[in-house]
């Protein structure tokens, strides 16, 4: 199973997600979405888990939750926002907070992260999809699962390091 991960789109879905996303099975949103009819479009490529973030209105938080926990080839998955451990979320914050987890995906930090241990990925931030901030280049994740073999993922930019 092929999965695309994204984060903080703040209402900004860049055509190079698409590209990016072709062929996936699954996506996963971490949060800060902006408008509902991101959803639905990344909905158009698969089927969607999204969440929450700090920036939503109330429209989309009555309709995502703050986390989802789903299952996806064997593997116990969990997709948050991160917020709620505050600016500095970090790999073992959420560890201690989700330990039956086998992976999980956040955003909120705008920086992209793959914590691999022991070979296996089990904390992913996409880093931010949307409107860049800090000069960090927009980015998406994809994540291979296949039963009985440890999840693989990568980074995958989608502006160079100067552009908008």
Known sequence: MRLGVISDTHG??????????????????????????IITALEAIAPVTAVYGNTDDMDVRAILPKVARIELDGFRIVV????????????GQLHEAFPDADIIIYGHTHRPLLEIVDVVVTVMNPGGAGPRRFDIPA???IMELEAGIPPRARLVPLTGADED
């Open 80 to 91: 948050t926002h991160g917020h709620q451990f505050g600016r500095g979320v970090t790999p």
């Open 12 to 37: 900004l879905l860049r055509p190079e997600v698409f590209d990016a996303f072709a062929g996936v099975d699954h996506i996963l949103h971490a949060g800060d979405i902006g408008e509902l009819d």
């Open 139 to 141: 980015s998406v994740g």
